[in-house]
């Protein structure tokens, strides 16, 4: 069993950092075993990952935040982190982080059905 739960989300103005935390509770694996991507969703479309961590700790961020946002993996708290600096309008979503067990590289950030999900945390950022 693998639990996700989001936090952090909120409303910022543009310019503004939020970093968004996803707590993860496993009772199989090690948790560092585990890919994790945040991904976005607004009511109009799927925007699809933003940022993944594979079990390498092998980063991968979609080009609309590289430069922008971070994800980090804190092991002894069994965290996933998302920085977000500099936020922008178009940043405005619904946040979830997804975990799959053992994939790394590509098969981990071009992952699309992942097994696990949080339940999400929005993000609204104003001009």
């Known amino acids: 069993v693998v639990k996700l739960v989001e936090s952090g989300g909120g409303s910022v103005q543009a310019g503004g950092s939020l970093r968004l935390t996803c707590a993860v509770t496993?009772?199989?694996?090690?948790?560092?075993?585990?890919?994790v991507q945040w991904i976005r969703r607004t009511p109009r479309a799927d925007h699809g990952g933003v940022a993944a961590?594979?079990?390498?700790?092998?980063?991968r961020y979609a080009d609309s935040v590289k430069g922008r946002f971070t994800i980090s993996r804190d092991s002894t708290k069994q965290m996933i982190y998302l920085q977000m600096d500099n936020l922008k309008p178009e940043d405005t979503a619904m946040y979830y982080c997804?975990?799959?067990?053992?994939?790394?590289?590509?098969?981990?950030?071009?992952?699309?059905?992942?097994?696990?999900w949080g339940q999400g945390t929005q993000v609204t950022v104003s001009s």
């Open positions: 997804a975990a799959e067990w053992g994939d790394t590289g590509t098969r981990c950030y071009d992952n699309k059905d992942f097994d696990y």
């Open positions: 496993v009772t199989a694996y090690d948790f560092n075993d585990y890919c």
């Open positions: 961590i594979d079990r390498d700790n092998s980063t």
